[in-house]
């Protein structure tokens, strides 16, 4: 099932990159962890810790990371990029610049889960528009329900390859897969970005009420009307509505909700509970990518007239300084809708 000995850059050295490079290591590959930090690379490549985003956690010995962005991208097979969503276009340009000068055309992965401030776009477009298809082969989104924490482990977890390149797809399905890792593949390129980014919204609410001291009925009302507001814009947008009852709707959308790993959930969890804003990007020190893609996703479906009222009371809370007790309240009294005509995923 292993394609053998690779070679493959890998750019952000955060919880998620890390803990895939080590993956692609241990599937016998030849892996560059490129990381802007040089003491960070030099924790890796002395220590084999990546303290910071993946605590106590021991990686391959021969997991490399490197600085010099020229080096790691030098005769490479594959590209993946997993550094936040705002860090992908000008990561993207600094590629092509590089790719420029070499022959080696890589496929590209990328694992980020989110939308471009503004443009809107989605990470596989952006990298298409910076880095021109002369200098890369396909492009993949790597996605579905998987904490880094629990790969690092060898936790079972399964995820998608999404592309409109199948080969391109397969290609990363076995890169990627062993006895611990299972990859699909999937045509949805459009749906799976959509579902991956816009589930961290919901993630932010489910850790919401958890912090407000809601219990279970709740989380599962926030986990269902959520995946029928996500599903709506999504299938505005093109996406398959059956997408979102896979791994990378559906799926993505449990973990996120319910795990205490999660950065989205966790930084709810702090904002029901009282936490500022402000203090709880700070604490993290991790990317929370549900805070922007909010933004996205509320001025789309301004711009679309699609009915996102959770999303809505998020964004209130994130960019409005609403009160989240009142959010909720203002949700319970909404007018009431029929079932029937509420999950339509599609009007
Ligand atoms: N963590 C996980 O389990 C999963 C994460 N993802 C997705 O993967 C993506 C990355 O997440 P994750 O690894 O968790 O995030 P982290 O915050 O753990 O790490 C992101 C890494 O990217 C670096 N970075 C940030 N900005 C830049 C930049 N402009 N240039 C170069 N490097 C930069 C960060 O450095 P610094 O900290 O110094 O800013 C950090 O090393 C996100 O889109 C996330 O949604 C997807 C699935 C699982
Ligand atoms: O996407 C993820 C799990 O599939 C990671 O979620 P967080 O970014 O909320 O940690």
Redesign the pocket.
Known sequence: MLIMGKNVAV?????????LANVLVENGHQVEL????TP?ADEINSQHTNN??IKDYYFSEKLHATTDMDAALDGVDVVLF??????IR??SVQVCDILRDKNNAPLIVH????LELKTYKR?SQIIDEEIPSGYRSGIVAL??P??????AHHDLTLITAASEDLDAAKEVQKLFMNNYLRIYTNPDLLGVELG?AFK?IIALGAGALHGLGFGDDAKAALMTRGLAEISRLGVAFGADPLTFIGLSGVG?LVVTCTSV???NWRAGDQLGSGKKLPDVIADM???I?GINTTQAAYELSQEKQIDMPITEAIYNVLYRGADIKEEVGGLMTREGKSEEIAQNMVD
């Open positions: 750019l952000g050295a955060g919880s998620w990159g890390s803990v490129w990381t802007y930090k960070q910071k985003y997993v550094v936040p969503t705002k860090a000008e990561i694992a980020s889960k989110g990470v996605s579905g998987s904490h880094a924490e629990e790969v991956a961290n993505d790993h999660s950065r020190g991790m990317v990518e």
